[in-house]
């Protein structure tokens, strides 16, 4: 399996600039790129959605659109759309190389004429009945991680270290631990 993948993160109409600047962080902190379909309910400048990305912005691969329409004169490739109205789990789909996760605004979802056109491409994260939905940067965290958990997180440092203390001496502590 190659160690370069391609990911990208697809908000359309995005309402909050602080879920956005979670998930510019989300994005960039996997390397994943972020493409922002307009209207939104903010602009690019927007200190609370500069504010949420932190000193992140630096590493995101950004793309910007005024519309669907031009996001798929523009695009191509593997499209997932998440939703809570969907009829499969977000986990019972193989993301191949270069795909796109979809997400809708916070207020109302994806267009329900895109699931209804792509239904056997759309996915819903499981939760409990009566819930309205996750948070919108919290589904966009669920999603980048299943795929990447598929494709064995590539490129991700899958360890750290300590600051004040050894793994190696909590491993001497601990030799039975499988987490170390």
Known sequence: MSDKKSLNIVLVEPEIPQNTGNIAR???VTGAALHLV?????????KRLRHAGLDYWQYL???QY???TEFF?????NFFFFSTKAQKRHSDVQYPDGCYLFFGKESAGLPER???ENPGR???IPMMSGARSLNLSNSVAVGVFEVLR??????LLCSGELRDYDWAAAKARNPGSEFL
């Not at 307009?38 to 927007?46: E, I, R, S, V």
């Not at 004169?73 to 490739?77: A, C, I, L, T």
């Open 61 to 63: 691969t950004l793309f």
């Open 114 to 116: 895109l699931l209804f």
């Open 26 to 28: 989300t994005c960039a």
């Open 150 to 155: 598929q494709w064995d997180y590539p490129q």
């Open 122 to 124: 759309c996915v819903r």
């Open 73 to 77: 004169e523009k695009n191509s490739g």
């Open 66 to 68: 005024d519309s669907l």
């Open 38 to 46: 307009g209207p939104m309910g903010f602009t690019p400048t927007d």
